[in-house]
């Protein structure tokens, strides 16, 4: 473990060179979740944006 925060989560570093057979699964998983990370935030804001939008297109018929 590298480090401990003060809210209690921690920080761990996979090294290049360290060899374990659950060390490609764990890669995998951590690169799918952060592009699945990215995907959701990009959804998220065209949401706002079409959201905002329709709300924009409201008031001027009023």
Do not use: P
């Amino acid at each position: 473990m590298e480090k401990v925060y003060e809210n209690g989560s921690e920080q761990r570093v996979l090294s290049k060179l360290s060899h374990h057979e659950n060390n490609d699964k764990i890669l995998d998983k951590i690169l799918w979740s952060l592009g699945w990370s990215a995907a959701s935030i990009r959804n998220s804001f065209e949401l706002n944006a079409l959201g905002l939008q329709q709300l924009l297109e409201k008031i001027k018929k009023t």
